[in-house]
């Protein structure tokens, strides 16, 4: 009578990092780390091999000097007289403000035109097919130019909004459309809760995303109720009360106003200054990136199955209603890997502002403060690390995103 044994393991030997599958992908990776810390270790040793050699030092300290330029469009408080650390905090913010703001505007359009361009209607087709065709064929750079260029050109200037035979007027007496930017009414809080601005908006933020994850838990809710009986409870009213009623107190609570711009002397006081370097920056990367995500938005579309649709258009569902229901929710997992790259586009291609004059952080920390400090490696290092970190945490959430939407294995 024979027994079954488990066959004998064999003794570890150095071999077997090489002839061992078990071993071979772990020993290449691990020489490839090697080789690549040993060659950062050169380049970083080399270099400061040269500086020394040359007098030369890498140092930060430059960030506390004045800075001494002055930046018309910020969203926070800055002078010529503060450091060019502010000056390059300014830049950031501002990066992150056209990036931001071009990310909402580029992803609606995408969607409406990729919507549209599977419209049985021919002509509505083609309008969004040439629209494709000629915003994704011509550089970002060269709309950005012709956007600016017309606005220069066509806005009034502010002296036009003066005396009594005027040529120009305010909107609705609140807002003003110059050749120098869009001047809209600013808020702000009588008597907030807190000394400074910022805290009171950032109470305001606290109330918003409370009521985002309220909104959610109701979502959820109702979900639940629809599963357990097959009816889904009505949510607008809740769903509603959720986002405005808080709202609605906080503003009470703190007092909301509002400061319209006003013509005093060559231009406009009050309010805010939307510069026509930013609109242009902002409007031409919407206008640019939305066509290519209008592609993907098809291509994400045209990806689910014809079935579905023709089932729940049997269920009695009106066409916008299985496009939001059914259809989109499966094309999101096509759309949204390649919309990664392109809200990186965006972020990247904001650099492009320094040819309209708007200070973002390309035309601050690696325009103005690196010609007047001569400091080229800090600027240039501090700019890499800066485009990749907002890169890497704008992959991080929308991974994060994608993971929440994608296909659940059961």
């Not at 800055?78 to 830049?91: D, E, F, N, P």
């Amino acid at each position: 009578m024979s027994t079954l044994t488990d066959p004998p393991k064999d003794n570890f030997r150095l071999s077997m990092l090489f002839n061992d599958t078990r071993y071979r992908s772990l020993t290449f990776q691990a020489i490839a780390a090697i080789l690549v810390a040993l060659s950062i270790f050169y380049l970083g040793s080399n270099l400061l091999t040269n500086l020394e050699e040359a007098g030369l030092n890498i140092s930060f300290a430059f960030f506390q000097n004045p800075a001494g330029y002055d930046i018309n469009q910020r969203l926070v408080e800055y002078s010529s007289q503060s450091s060019h650390g502010r000056a390059a905090l300014v830049g950031a913010l501002n990066t992150l403000l056209v990036a931001f703001l071009a990310c909402i505007t580029a992803t609606i359009f995408g969607v409406v035109a990729g919507v549209l361009r599977l419209s049985k209607n021919w002509l509505i087709s083609k309008l969004m097919a040439v629209y494709v065709e000629i915003f994704r064929n011509i550089p970002v750079l060269i709309w950005i130019i012709i956007i600016f260029t017309i606005m220069t050109a066509v806005m009034p200037a502010p002296r036009a909004f003066r005396g009594d035979d005027a040529t120009a007027s305010m909107l609705l007496d609140m807002f003003a459309f110059t050749n120098r930017g869009v001047y809209i009414p600013m808020p702000y809080f009588e008597h907030g809760l807190f000394a400074s601005a910022q805290g009171n908006w950032l109470l305001v933020i606290a109330g918003l995303i409370g009521s985002f994850f309220g909104a959610r838990a109701i979502n959820r809710w109702a979900a639940a109720k629809q599963e357990a009986t097959g009816e889904r409870p009505k949510t607008l009213l809740p769903l509603l009360a959720v986002w405005f009623v808080p709202l609605i107190v906080l503003m009470f609570v703190l007092g909301l106003a509002w400061e319209l711009p006003a013509l005093k002397g060559f231009n406009f006081k009050g309010g805010i200054k939307v510069g026509g370097p930013l609109i242009a920056l902002w409007f031409a990367l919407s206008i640019y990136t939305g066509a290519f995500i209008a592609e993907n938005v098809r291509a994400g579309i045209q990806a689910v199955s014809k079935g579905q649709t023709e089932a729940a258009a049997a269920l009695g569902l009106r066409p916008s209603r299985v496009m939001n229901l059914v259809v989109l929710p499966q094309a999101l997992r096509v759309i949204i890997p390649p919309l990664i790259s392109h809200y990186l586009n965006i972020t990247k291609n904001s650099s492009l502002a320094i040819v309209v004059g708007y200070a973002d952080i390309t035309a601050t920390l690696g325009g103005i403060t690196l010609n007047q400090t001569g400091r080229a490696i800090e600027c240039v290092l501090l700019l890499m690390a800066f485009y990749l970190t907002v890169s890497l945490v704008t992959s991080l959430v929308m991974n994060f995103y994608n993971a929440s939407v994608k296909l659940k294995e059961r």
